[in-house]
């Protein structure tokens, strides 16, 4: 076996390993199971490529992403690495390189596509080809609750056991549910996980209620004139109202969505590269291929999809180390709109409310208690100590304990039998008289009227932190009535408390315009 550290500089050209790589690289190189999860751009890569370089016989990767794929086996060859890939993107005589290869018993590392695990000939091969570890590259992809399923993943496990080989498995998706997926799916027994790199000191990390949008985007960016900048809108026309608002301010702005002629969006992408203070205004369009060290903040002029959008999106700003600033805007309308793009998709119901759960995470997130990179740090399962660098370490929220009124709240939809959403759920507490109320006799329940000492907005936030807090979720099959979650049982039997932050409640008395 090679020494890692010699191929780690005569291959990949790399003085040292980041944060992580190096425990990763032991743990595969030594035919353990791993499952490693690291951000987007961690370096996920070298700790299977470089065990594949160190441990006899060949390393199977197998990837959904086949240009990836190319530019790596690409690099490899070009760094003199024996690798190679069957993928439906293949010419005649890559495929015929690859089977040589393999003939001759050189090959290395053999990239292939997923579809190619519903053959049996790929397990004879790999067999023939002498294979002794499979990595597997974005393996949240077996996991059916997310978005990039891919029903060939599931396969992986069954190769995994006839080749009788370790397997090494890496993702950048770290919620918990997928994480037991992953394991559950591609392992016989619970492999050794590393999870690394998620936190990114140099952010300053920040939000705000969103009062007026505009003005409030304004503002961010004067106090940061000159600087190249991102603002992340939900709608296409969005972008362009705010750019054009940020140039009359005398910034230099423009907007991108995908809507545009792929000629002017190649045009905003080599200017904001090349120029000094460009502001872009765009779509979650923006930012895939966008490799600029040095921009300075990054600003979300509406609520993210989720946490891990908005840490993708953040993540932009400050590759190069040096500070860098994020604001995120949030308000009712933004939650409301998000909770009705799920309920009216066409994913299955179990999906949506996955969804849904993925949402109160943000949301939990925007209203956090405690340092908001350690709120987080831990929706990716690691631990921090408070940061100093977000606006709740400099300003800690107010809190209190809301016990009785949360149990208040759920004891509306108890007696309600988890029928109904928030505004009916805020009417039966407030005993308000209507028809809804009446036709469902709901003004004859022992809870009816029971939290008038209440006004409505205020009941409002806290519904919206008892999402945020996941004690309860919207069911997609019912319209958004709310439903109990595991752990409002306990807060319903009188076995635990629950704290809530003050001032979102007071903000919501201040402003009584805001809905749910
Ligand atoms: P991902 O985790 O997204 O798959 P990659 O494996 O593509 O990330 O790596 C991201 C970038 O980091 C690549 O450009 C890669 O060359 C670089 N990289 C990886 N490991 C190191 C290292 N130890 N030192 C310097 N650069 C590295
Ligand atoms: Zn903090």
New binding site residues.
């Given amino acids: 076996m090679s020494d890692p550290h010699a191929l780690?500089s005569q291959v990949?050209g790399?003085?040292?390993?980041?944060p992580g790589?190096a425990e990763i690289v032991e743990a595969v190189t030594a035919g353990r199971d791993v499952l490693a999860i690291?951000?987007?751009?961690?370096?996920?890569?070298?700790c299977f490529q470089l065990p594949a370089l160190c441990r006899d016989g060949l390393t199977v990767v197998i990837s959904p992403l086949i240009a990836l794929m190319r530019d790596q086996v690409r690099a490899l060859q070009e760094a003199g690495v024996a690798a190679g890939a069957l993928t439906s993107g293949n010419t005649e005589e890559e495929t015929e390189a690859v089977w040589q290869a393999i003939d001759a018993g050189d090959l290395k590392l053999l990239y292939i596509a997923p579809e190619r695990l519903a053959s049996t000939a790929t397990e004879r091969m790999l067999k023939r080809a002498n294979c002794t570890l499979i990595a597997v590259?974005e393996a949240h992809c077996v996991s059916q609750w997310g978005h990039d399923f891919r029903p060939d993943y599931l396969r992986i496990g069954e190769l995994r056991q006839s080749l009788g080989v370790p397997l090494a498995a890496?993702t950048?998706t770290a919620d918990e549910q997928t994480r037991d997926e992953m394991v559950r799916r591609l392992f016989a027994a619970p492999p050794e996980v590393f999870l690394h790199g998620f936190d990114r000191p140099n952010l300053a990390l920040a939000f705000e209620p969103k009062n007026s949008p505009r003005a409030q985007i304004l503002s961010f960016a004067a106090a940061r004139k000159g600087q190249s900048g991102i603002v992340y809108c939900g709608t296409r026309s969005k972008t362009e109202g705010l750019a054009r608002a940020l140039t009359e301010a005398g910034h230099s702005a423009c907007h991108y969505h995908a809507g545009m002629d792929p000629d002017d969006r190649r045009l905003v992408e080599t200017r904001f590269q090349q120029e000094d203070g460009l502001i872009v205004v765009a779509t979650v369009a923006f930012g895939m291929g966008i490799d600029k060290p040095d921009i300075r903040w990054v600003a979300h002029a509406d609520l993210p999809k989720s946490v891990e959008g908005y840490y993708q999106e953040i993540g932009r700003a400050g590759r190069d180390g040096a500070p860098a600033d994020t604001l995120t805007l949030f308000g009712s309308d933004d939650i409301r709109f998000r909770r009705q793009q799920i309920d009216e998709g066409l994913a299955p119901p179990e999906m949506k409310a996955a969804d849904h759960g993925r949402l109160n995470a943000l949301l939990g997130l925007a209203e956090a208690q405690v340092c908001r990179r350690v709120t987080l740090l831990a929706f990716f399962g690691e631990d921090a100590a408070p940061c100093g660098n977000c606006d709740l370490c400099a300003k800690p929220p107010e809190l209190f304990d809301a016990t009785t009124e949360v149990r208040k709240a759920l004891s509306a939809m108890l007696r309600t039998e988890e029928r109904f959403g928030t505004g009916h759920l805020i009417d039966v507490l407030l005993g308000a008289e209507t028809d809804k109320t009446r036709r469902f006799g709901h003004d004859a329940l022992p809870t009816f009227g029971c939290g008038r000492d209440i006004p409505k907005p205020q009941w409002q936030a806290i519904f919206r932190q008892m999402m945020g807090l996941d004690l309860v979720r919207p069911d997609p099959e019912r319209h958004g009535a709310l439903r109990f979650m595991e752990a409002a049982r306990p807060v319903l039997r009188g076995e635990a408390s629950v704290t809530l932050r003050r001032d979102t409640i007071k903000r919501a008395e201040r402003r009584p315009a805001v809905k749910q």
Wanted: no cysteine.
């Fill in positions: 780690l990949f790399f003085d040292a390993f980041r790589q690291m951000p987007t751009g961690g370096g996920k890569s070298l590259d890496f950048a």
